[in-house]
Structures are given as C-alpha cells and as structure tokens.
C-alpha cells in the first residue's frame, strides 16, 4: 500500500492521527445541544486548566484539547470524550460542568457506565423501548423472558425468506436512518442475486447533531438488534454480518460485544443456528470520527479500511455493495421492529402509525425542553403533543424555534407545531423528519449563533470528494460566522442562497444536497435575522 493511501485514511478520520497527541485527549462537544448547556464555557476551561491552545497539545506532551462535533449525549449535555492510559481507555461523559473538569482530566467522573442511566425514555409507546433507560444492558435472558429471540425461531422454523420479505412488504416499514427507503426493497433485491457471498450491515455510525436513539437501543438492548439483524440475513441470504459503531460510542461497543458473546454461547450465532441449517455470525467495526461514515457506500469504504468517501450510484449496494458483494445496509432504529412484525404481523404494526408511515418512530428531544430524552411515538402525533405533553414543554423562555431532522433538517415556526409528524404531512409543511432529532430553542437563544455551529460541523464533516460540498460548506460556515458577530460583507445574504442551492442541486451524496437545509429554511422563516450590510 502506498504511503500516501496511509496517510490519506489517518487524516481522514478525526480520531486518528500521525502527529504525537497528549497521553490524555479530550474532545469537548460544542454543538447547538451541548452549546446551550454551556459547552464553550467547558472547552474555555479545560484549555486553561491544561494551559493549552484549543485544538493542542501541552508541553508537557500531558493533554490535547479538541473541540468535537456531536458526540451524541444532546439528551445529558455538556458531552466530553476522553480517551487515556496505555492501553487506550475511550470514555465519554455526560452532564459535564466546569466544576467537574478536575475529576474529568483525570479520568474519572459521571458516565453512563458508572451511574445510573442519564437517558430519559418515555412516550405514548413502548414497543422497542421497554428494556432501554435502565442504566445498564438488559442480558440475553431478560430479553428472552419478555419475549426475545422467539421472531427469530418462528423465521427459521416456520418460514422461507419469501414468506418473510412479503411480510415486511406488507409491514410497509420505511427504514428509519433518515432516507425513509423500504425496507423490503432492499431485502428483496440482495435476495435475488445469485453471488455466493453476501453481506448484512447494520448501521450504527450515529452522527447527527440532536440524534441519540441508536446509542440508547444498543447501550440497553443489544439483542433486539441482533435479532432482527440475524433475521434480515436469513431474507436475503447474507453470509455474514457487520455492525459499523461509531468510535465516540465507547459503551455501545463495549455493551455491543458483551451481548455478542451471549448470543454465541446461546446458540443464535454461529454454525448451524438452533438446528435450522442456517450459519452466520456478527463483526464489529468501530468507525474513527466521520460523519460522512453514516452514509452507507462511505460505510462499505470505511470498513473495507479506506477513507469514507461515497460512491457513485448506480451500482446500488444490493448488487454492488460491501467487498464488492450485494449488501443491504439497515438503521439500528429500522431492525429493532423487525421482531415485532414478525411476532404480531403486519396488521398490528399498520395500527401503531398512519396509513403510508407505519409503526412506531423514535424521537430524540433536546433542547429548551423539561425532559431532554428518547420518546417512543406511533407516527401521526404532533410537535405539540410531543413538545408540550411528553417532553414537559419549553423553559427558560417562549417558543422560538424548532430544528426537526438534526443538522441536516429544517426549522418550523411555532405556528407549525400542528402539523402531524409523518414523513408524507412533515415534507408537505417543507420538514423533514430525518433519523427522529427534534431540537427545541426558546426566545432567548440567538438562532444566528446556532446556524454558525450547524455550519461549522458541515464544513468539518465535509468529506471532500465533491467540489460543490467541499467548497460550498466552507463558504457557508464563513458567511454564517461573520453574520453571527455582525460583520456580514454586502451579498452576503445573496451568496448564502446561491452556495446553498449549488450544494443542494449538485453535491454527490446526502451530505451536501442537506447541509444547507435548516439555513434556507431559518432565512424563509426569520428573514431578520438575515440583513443585508
């Protein structure tokens, strides 16, 4: 391998490198959901606290200190990663203040891991949700005591792979990454390829700023996932089993294996599961800091141990996927329903949702809100219901502003809050409802601030390939910081329409065709906030 291809994947992904970093690295989370919680006061101390520069290391080669893009706690903010010691020990806190910064720097303090869980999880259902938000992972056997793992012995017992992706076709389930793409589709076109070697990827690299629900599954019910991956493997023939975790999701990982190692001992992984003739096992891939990873042909790059640049499609991943081989790709979101649908069918399902959005839907609210948490919903609910009812409704002010699908998404007005959330009613109102991230801004927050951050993560996330999101998220971020302390050049307004329609009709993946999504809808919305110098 070339020297420069080396080069080319350490300086790709944010957590490696090929410089020296300090024996300790923290990465403080700033932002919008850990920056209304007083993250830039945590990033200003822990540099003086090191006595380092942001974004450097000490002289005495002890710490470095990196501001970080969402590391998914948007629900338990100020979030930190910290990763020391030798081996390396990855860690990442929650509820972080700069009282806390001592213990922190020194590898201890408040995690997940140690404490009781910092999830909030309610909502009008509890489909997927009921053994989540317990502080700890829910073993095989309690999962099996509610239930779990008995879709799975009704598919290899009962069923053909037909039989079963008619049923999901049936379920109607739209995948719940963000694309909203049928599930069974994707089943059905890996199924029918005549390759020996096919391959099933679950989709945990969970990036978007104001996302949070996958880490929750996976910190507290592995198996559910695993079921239903195990169960997409056997539609479509797969002959073995990726999952891509995030790197910032230390305890996911950790969680993840743990429940791996179950499952084997159990019999549901492996050669010949539970006599059925059917074999395959699960690997885990941890991802290094990429957001563009989420995107699923970057995904098959970054596995195959390459920078994670999105392909050109055609060919799509069910003939052309991971290695070359057909693949599907699933959210961790989208397999926790597969065992419902096959213990209750796809009649119960249909009734849990709306006619063309079915099933349930997890929501993740951060934000000016009483209760930041994990909310399980059937779609057709409202903003308000979910904002006012469930998440307690708006503090520290009035309603201002209400940012729905992350940082790829777009903002409604509080004359919005009505409009049912399903992916037909929210595209019709000009949303879009993404992988569930609803964030909550009242009056007193600068919206002009939390587009800079917004623009800022584009522009640090911006993989490269493509000239119009290369150039155009940097542009943007520019234009979107002057504007921010007031020294917005004469144009600017203009520029930041024309650079965010170019990324948006030309970019080459979901990256840039979004990434100007919630700054067009903020200028539609709250023109003042856009004067012309």
């Known amino acids: 391998m070339p020297l420069a291809d080396v080069h080319g994947v350490i300086d790709f992904y944010s957590m490696l490198y090929r410089e020296p970093v300090g024996r300790t690295v923290v990465r403080v989370c700033t932002d919008p959901a850990c920056a209304l919680r007083g993250g830039e006061d ?6 003086r606290l090191a ?11 002890a710490v470095t200190v990196e501001r970080s893009p969402c590391l998914g706690h948007c629900n338990s903010g100020v979030s930190v990663n910290v990763s020391y010691g030798r081996p390396v020990k990855n860690i990442t806190f929650a509820h972080v203040t700069p009282a806390a910064l001592d213990e922190l720097l020194e590898g201890r303090g408040r995690t997940t891991a140690d404490f009781w869980s910092e999830d909030y999880v309610g909502g009008d259902l509890s489909i997927v949700t009921p053994l989540c938000g317990r502080g700890r992972r829910t073993r095989l056997v309690e999962y099996e005591a509610v239930g779990g793992m008995q879709a799975l012995r009704k598919v290899l017992t009962e069923m053909t792979p037909a039989q079963l992706i008619d049923m999901l076709k049936r379920a109607s389930l739209l995948g719940r990454g963000g694309a909203a793409f049928p599930t069974w589709v994707k089943w059905e076109g890996a199924s029918k390829t005549e390759s020996k070697t096919k391959y099933f990827v679950i989709n945990a690299d969970e990036s978007e700023p104001g996302t949070f629900k996958d880490r929750v599954l996976l910190e507290g019910d592995p198996c559910r996932i695993f ?4 169960i997409g493997a056997y539609a479509m023939g797969a002959t073995h089993i990726f999952i891509y975790i995030r790197g910032e999701y230390p305890l996911a990982i950790e969680r993840t294996e743990a429940a791996l190692r179950e499952l084997r001992a159990a019999g549901y992984l492996g050669e010949n599961i539970l006599g059925s003739g059917f074999s395959i096992d699960v690997e885990v891939r941890s991802g290094a800091g990429a957001y563009i990873c989420g995107e699923e ?11 994670g640049f999105p392909r050109i499609k055609p060919p799509f991943p069910t003939t052309h996927g991971l290695f070359g081989k057909p693949t ?25 949702g709306t006619a063309e959005s079915t099933g349930p839907k997890l929501l993740c609210v951060s934000g000016d809100v009483v209760r930041p948490g994990l909310y399980e919903v059937g779609f057709g609910i409202s903003l308000r219901h979910l904002i006012d009812n469930l998440a307690g409704g708006v503090v520290g002010g009035e309603l201002q502003a209400v940012l729905i699908g992350g940082a790829a998404g777009a903002f ?28 909550v801004f009242n009056d007193t927050r ?3 601030d939390i587009l800079r951050r917004l623009g800022r993560f584009f522009a640090h996330e911006s993989c490269g390939k493509c000239y119009p999101c290369q150039l155009g998220t940097q542009r943007q971020f520019e234009i979107l910081d002057r504007l921010a302390v007031g020294r917005a050049l004469p144009g600017d307004v203009k520029r930041l329409q024309d650079v965010g329609w ?15 999504s919630a700054v067009l809808s903020a200028m539609k919305h709250w023109p003042h906030l856009f004067p012309e110098a």
Do not use: W
């Open 446 to 448: 600068d919206l002009r």
């Open 227 to 230: 079921e239903g991956a195990v």
């Open 42 to 47: 945590v990033l200003a101390l822990t540099c």
């Open 412 to 439: 409604a007005s509080p004359a919005q809050l009505d409009v049912p959330i399903t992916f037909q009613d929210l595209r019709a109102a000009g949303l879009t409802l993404g992988s569930g991230a609803i964030m």
């Open 328 to 352: 599907v790709v699933n959210n961790v979101e989208t397999l926790a329903k597969i065992p419902y649908i096959v213990n209750h069918g796809p009649e119960a399902f249909h009734r849990l």
């Open 297 to 307: 042909t970057a995904l098959f790059e970054s596995i195959e141990g390459k920078r």
């Open 502 to 516: 170019t990324m948006t009709d030309s970019s080459l993946c979901g990256l840039g065709q979004t990434a100007a």
């Open 51 to 61: 006595d380092v520069a942001e974004g450097s290391t000490s002289a005495d080669g």
